[in-house]
């Protein structure tokens, strides 16, 4: 959906809806070729259209994108969560954040090295998506702590972990099942400000079986 007009106070609306909380002060709105980007904080920008044409010009810069990543091993912005209407959040490559909200169906996302974040929506509907959280940059000597956010209180939510090291999450009062995990070491929910070690749900998990 493009924006005739993108304020910080609307930006950060949107935003607020797939699970990125932050305060207009902490951002700045540019107006650039019928698009907007805003500046986030951690060098995050997120681009909306202002027009069908930026629409058009946001969806080839993410197939472009997609493709350097694919193909260069230099460091290139990387698209982490595109909306339904095609807008985007992109980050460096140094510790994704992912922002799921809309129902994406049959998705792999990777996130790959560094510290990750994922935040999951009970809207997510879909159980063939597939969320890896990525293995280690450090090797053996230190380990990367990836961690996925499910939207809501932790009593709304039922764990079952796999033999593989996957797991799979049933949210409760709306029956959701939001795809496969893997690779994530911490876990947030939104009635705790503390992360919960995923070892700690798995063991919770096994004695409540």
Not at 147 to 163: C, I, L, M, Q, S
Request: net charge negative.
């Amino acid at each position: 959906m493009p924006f005739e007009a993108l304020s910080p106070d609307i930006a950060c609306e949107v935003l607020a809806e797939i699970g990125l909380e932050c305060a207009p002060s902490d951002v700045h709105v540019e107006a650039r070729e019928e698009r907007w980007v805003v500046r986030l904080p951690g060098q995050h920008l997120a681009w909306f259209a202002a027009s069908r044409h930026g629409l058009q010009r946001l969806q080839t810069e993410r197939r472009l994108l997609r493709l350097l990543e694919a193909r260069c091993t230099f460091c290139v912005p990387r698209v982490l969560f595109e909306s339904a209407t095609g807008n985007k959040l992109t980050q460096g490559d140094s510790g994704d954040s992912v922002y799921v909200q809309s129902n994406v169906v049959g998705n792999t996302i990777i996130q790959g090295k560094g510290a990750d974040y994922l935040c999951i929506t009970p809207s997510v509907t879909s159980k063939d998506n597939v969320f890896d959280g990525g293995t280690s940059s450090w090797g053996l000597i230190f380990e990367d702590k990836d961690a996925v956010r499910f939207r809501g209180k932790r009593e709304d939510y039922t764990f079952t972990f796999h033999a593989n090291g996957e797991f799979t999450v049933i949210h409760k009062p709306t029956g959701a099942n939001p795809g496969i995990f893997r690779n994530y070491e911490e876990v947030y929910f939104d009635d705790s400000a503390d992360a919960i070690p995923l070892k700690q749900i798995e063991e919770e998990a096994r004695v409540g079986a």
